[in-house]
């Protein structure tokens, strides 16, 4: 196991990531901008090294700069927790070509899974369901046209590196195919520098469900039940849930089991989230993405099966193998994340950054605090607006709502506006409650805020 892990990241993740390694007697060193000198992630790590100014830029992404601080803090190894360099191929190439062990799937997974095609391909040959599209990128607006001629309109031209919505344009007719083509040509350059673009059917009323997995290096591949992650905005992920309560016993099985399968046939290790779009009408799913990095919401996960899912990671980047086989895993009850974010709901979900002057954030039973604050500490505008997660865990989904409500009730934040006003609401929504929700439940089903 390693001395020293550095951790290439800020906020609640680094905090999570810190207190996992804290827990295997491995030294811990935080990263910090010169906006995060005080920051909580600071403050938890043994030791801390500057990494530059506090635009991302010039700091947590800054490849040279993260190396050189591992260098200078004698460290083993670099975590980078989601976001920022997390899902960086060059930068996951860099480290492990160094001296340091990178602590998340190797490089050419991340090039296998980060170019869409790629991964549709890779899944096709393992025989897990698409979205029925291009396996290779199309080259001029006629192909989008010949192929919502056979498949039927909407269709969606997607960036083919894309993710988190960026890159994605919905065609619902002939006429609107080359503005679409060319923008999401453009935007695919833009943020993911790959102007290439596919096509695929667009599923109008999906539930987002994804599985957890894990992979170590010799050859052993366990899956952890799945989330679902339909409440969104604008492909944001706000709500997530285990089990999800679309699924029957057999129809998760499969599922669960087309994950394990698609990312065994890519030779994939450690921590990765296979994502699929469910038609429940239909009873059927498709491959959508793999993450190749934890996630946000691992948390849901770690607290129905009982697994620390960042312990795993570590364990598997020095070499160890699984610490669970498939016949261990038992999820338990019903676990909801609500992730808490310093945003106005009321509109249209700004960022709101500023100083948390008082936090005060819910006790009791089945609630977990994964948070990057502390009452007094700022929220930088610099950074994504995230301020915790609050896991909440019950026997079952009725339960979980109701000590979901009881916990975001007793929360006391002041000082930044934050989207658990939006949270209330959706628990009282009778289409959640009654699990009738989509990916569309902000634009179609939510009603707004009073």
């Not at 004698?74 to 340091?100: C, K, T």
């Not at 999820?331 to 948390?356: H, K, L, Q, W, Y």
Request: hydrophobic content about 35%; proline content about 5%; aromatic content about 8%.
């Amino acid at each position: 196991m390693f001395d020293r892990v550095l951790v290439a990241n800020r906020g609640e993740i680094a905090v999570r990531v810190i207190q996992a390694a804290q827990e295997l007697g491995i030294g811990t060193v935080a990263v910090y901008s010169d906006a995060d000198e005080d920051a909580k992630h600071v403050r938890h790590a043994d030791d801390a090294e500057r990494i530059g100014p506090p635009v991302a830029s010039q700091s947590y992404l800054d490849q040279e700069a993260i190396v050189e601080a591992a260098r200078s803090a004698d460290a083993d190894a670099i975590h980078p927790g989601y976001g920022f360099l997390a899902e960086n191929e060059s930068f996951a190439r860099r480290v492990g070509d160094s001296a340091f062990v990178w602590v998340g799937p190797p490089a050419d997974a991340m090039s296998d899974f980060g170019e869409k095609t790629k991964a549709r391909a890779i899944m096709d040959r393992a025989d897990v369901p698409i979205v029925p599209g291009t396996t290779d990128p199309v080259e001029d607006p006629e192909a989008v046209r010949a192929f919502a001629e056979e498949h039927g309109y909407p269709v969606a031209i997607k960036a083919d590196g894309g993710g988190g919505g960026r890159g994605l344009k919905v065609v619902e007719g002939p006429e609107e195919v080359d503005e679409q083509f060319a923008t999401a040509k453009r935007e695919g350059e833009s943020y993911f520098d790959n102007d290439a673009v596919y096509v695929e059917k667009f599923l109008e009323n999906p539930r987002h469900i994804e599985v957890q997995v894990l992979a170590d290096t010799h050859g052993n591949v366990v899956h952890l039940y799945e989330r679902d992650c339909s409440i969104q905005r604008r492909q944001q992920k706000l709500i997530e849930e285990s089990p999800s309560p679309s699924l029957d016993d057999d129809t998760r099985e499969e599922l669960c089991e087309a994950a394990t399968r698609g990312v065994g046939e890519a030779g994939y290790v450690n921590a990765g989230t296979v994502e699929f779009l469910y038609e429940e009408s239909e009873d059927r799913f498709y491959f959508l993405e793999v993450n190749a990095r934890i996630q946000v919401e691992h948390t849901v996960t770690e607290a129905t099966t009982g697994i620390d899912i960042v312990k795993e990671q570590l364990r598997i980047a020095a070499g160890e193998t699984l610490g669970v086989s498939q016949g261990e895993i038992e999820p338990r009850g019903s676990t909801i994340e609500f992730r808490i974010n310093a945003e106005d709901p009321r509109n249209d979900f700004a960022p709101m950054p500023g100083t948390v002057e008082t936090y005060r954030p819910p006790t009791g039973i089945g609630v977990r605090i994964d948070d990057g604050v502390d009452e007094g500490d700022a929220v930088a505008p610099f950074y994504d607006s995230m301020v915790g997660k609050y896991i909440v865990s019950a026997r079952d989904r009725t339960e979980a709502i109701a000590r979901g409500r009881r916990a975001l009730e007793e929360t006391e934040i002041e000082g930044i506006p934050t989207t658990i006003p939006f949270h209330l609401a959706v628990l009282d929504d009778d289409r959640f409650r009654d699990n009738e929700h989509t990916t569309k439940y902000l634009d179609r089903q939510f009603d707004g805020l009073e």
